[in-house]
């Protein structure tokens, strides 16, 4: 079992920066996951964000947040980030972390094991 615990969530200002911690415990080797962001806004369904293969190297963006999003991993930490930059008001969403064993960058809701509970963040314009 692994436990995943988002936190980094806030309120700013359309432009303005943010960074998102998930930080994984548990029975786990965070190595062996391949990492993921989903976020999910008001009145609509989850959708996927970004995914980072398990030693960091490789990562799959939704075209909406290329350019202005940036995901990493501390495997040492057993801590996974997304960094965001320039953020928009359609940015706004509960931002939830997921852990896939599934070997390849999936965007699928249904290939993540694991889920945090999410971290809220609301972009004003």
């Known amino acids: 079992q692994v436990q995943l615990v988002e936190s980094g969530g806030g309120l700013v200002q359309t432009g303005a920066s943010l960074r998102l911690s998930c930080a994984a415990s548990g029975r786990t080797f965070f190595s062996s996951y391949v990492m993921g962001w989903f976020r999910q806004a008001p009145g609509k369904e989850r959708e996927f964000v970004v995914a980072?293969?398990?030693?960091?190297?490789?990562?799959y963006y939704e075209d909406s947040v290329k350019g202005r999003f940036t995901a990493s991993r501390d495997n040492a930490k057993s801590t996974l980030y997304l960094q965001m930059n320039s953020l928009k008001a359609e940015d706004t969403a509960v931002y939830y972390c997921?852990?896939?064993?599934?070997?390849?960058?999936?965007?699928?809701?249904?290939?993540?094991?694991?889920w945090g509970q999410g971290t809220q963040v609301t972009v004003s314009s």
């Open positions: 997921a852990a896939s064993s599934f070997p390849l960058l999936a965007e699928k809701e249904s290939l993540y094991n694991y």
């Open positions: 980072i293969s398990k030693n960091g190297e490789r990562t």
